[in-house]
C-alpha cells in the first residue's frame, strides 16, 4: 500500500513561485507520478508526469513551460516546481502514482483512472 502526502501549499502573488512536494510511503519503484488539479466549480485536470527515471516529463498546456515536476527517488518523493504563477493556478492540487499499467506515455498519464493512489491535495491560491 503506497500513502501520498501533499505539502508545500500556500499563498502566492501573482508572478510569484511556490514548489509543492509529493512524499511517499511505501515501495513506489517503477511507479508514474502524476499531479492534477481542481479548481472551485470546475473539473480536475492534468498538470504534470514523470517516470520512474526521471528522464521523462509530460505538461498539460496550461502549464507548459512555467511548471517543473521532478522526483528524488532516494527520498521517495516527488516536486512540483511552479514559476510565473497567476491567479487561474489557484486550485487544489493533487499527487497520484501509477502503479503498472501498461500505458505510457502523454495521451494515457492524462488521465485520472490510470492513477492508483491519490493524495489528500494542498492548496495552492494565487492572489492579483
Known amino acids: 500500500q503506497v500513502q501520498l502526502v501533499e505539502s508545500g501549499g500556500g499563498l502566492v502573488q501573482a508572478g510569484g513561485s511556490l514548489r509543492v512536494s509529493c512524499a511517499a510511503s511505501g515501495r513506489t519503484f517503477g511507479y508514474v507520478m502524476g499531479w492534477f488539479r481542481q479548481a472551485p466549480g470546475k473539473e480536475r485536470e492534468f498538470v504534470a508526469a514523470i517516470n520512474w527515471s526521471g528522464g521523462a516529463t509530460y505538461y498539460g498546456d496550461s502549464v507548459k513551460g512555467r511548471f517543473t515536476i521532478s522526483r528524488d527517488i532516494a527520498k521517495n518523493t516527488v516536486y512540483l516546481q511552479m514559476n510565473s504563477l497567476k491567479p487561474e493556478d489557484t486550485a487544489v492540487y493533487y499527487c497520484?502514482?501509477?502503479?503498472?499499467?501498461?500505458?505510457?506515455?502523454?495521451?494515457?498519464?492524462?488521465?485520472?483512472?490510470?492513477?492508483?493512489?491519490w493524495g489528500q491535495g494542498t492548496q495552492v491560491t494565487v492572489s492579483s
Open positions: 497520484a502514482a501509477d502503479r503498472d499499467s501498461d500505458c505510457s506515455g502523454y495521451g494515457c498519464y492524462v488521465l485520472q483512472e490510470l492513477y492508483d493512489y
